[in-house]
């Protein structure tokens, strides 16, 4: 099956800074990726899609000034956190699809400890 | 009322068992189907993907699509300590921003 690539795998950083995150689509172009944010025992919650070459739509109640995508290329999007909080660590991970009719393909995931 | 309910469990079930998971829906344009596998602290895995009604089998897993009833089920034969995990369904429409919408998950554990 398809790759998508998360980059890093866990980041522990200070509250204030910023974090960015990287999704790769490994072996196939995605004009679209989609960011999910998981908390203990729950099911994913989509935060944005993320479009290549416009901005990013956000899901209602997602801050768009906190968590900056960008879709710069066909096989790379970045979510950055800014300003983390405690608040904000959690489990990010993306996904992309091929095309419009198939599957989606993750990544692995990325565990954010803001301390 | 949800568009996707799945029950959270958890399932405990011995090794060798066949598992029965489900999922029902409300939205009849869903026309995308998958069953992704997600263990502790990692990305959800693709188990199987449909997009007819109808069974789908491949090894031990069987993805089953009702459309009629709006339900879906993944079966897993011969259930190993190693399938423990979360599952979750996941559907989605033809048109629009190929946006997936996930049940709950559930999650299962294998006993030896």
């Known amino acids: 099956g398809a790759v998508v690539s998360q980059h890093p795998s866990r980041v522990i950083c200070k509250s204030g800074t910023s974090v960015k995150i990287e999704c790769r689509s490994l072996?196939?172009?995605?004009?679209?990726m989609f960011w999910y944010r998981q908390f203990p025992k729950q099911s994913l919650m989509l935060m944005a899609t993320s479009n290549e070459g416009s901005k990013a739509t956000y899901e209602q109640g997602v801050e768009k000034d906190k968590f900056l995508i960008n879709h710069a290329s066909l096989t790379l999007s970045t979510l950055t956190v800014t300003s983390a909080h405690p608040e904000d660590s959690s489990f990010y991970i993306c996904s992309a699809n091929r095309d419009q009719r198939t599957e989606a393909f993750f990544g692995q995931g990325t565990r954010l400890t803001v301390v | 009322q949800k568009e996707v309910e799945q029950d959270p469990g958890p399932l405990s079930v011995p090794e060798g068992a066949i598992v029965s998971l489900n999922c029902t829906y409300s939205n009849s344009a869903f026309q995308y189907f998958m069953w992704y596998r997600q263990y502790s602290r990692k990305g959800p895995e693709l188990l199987m993907y449909?997009?007819?009604?109808g069974n789908k089998e491949d090894g031990r897993f069987t993805a089953q699509v009702d459309k009629s009833s709006k339900y879906i089920s993944l079966f897993i034969r011969d259930s190993q300590p190693s399938d423990s995990a979360t599952y979750l369904c996941a559907m989605r429409t033809f048109q629009g921003a190929q946006k997936l919408v996930f049940g709950q998950g559930t999650r299962l554990t294998i006993n030896p």
């Open positions: 072996d196939f172009q995605a004009t679209t």
């Open positions: 449909t997009y007819s009604s």
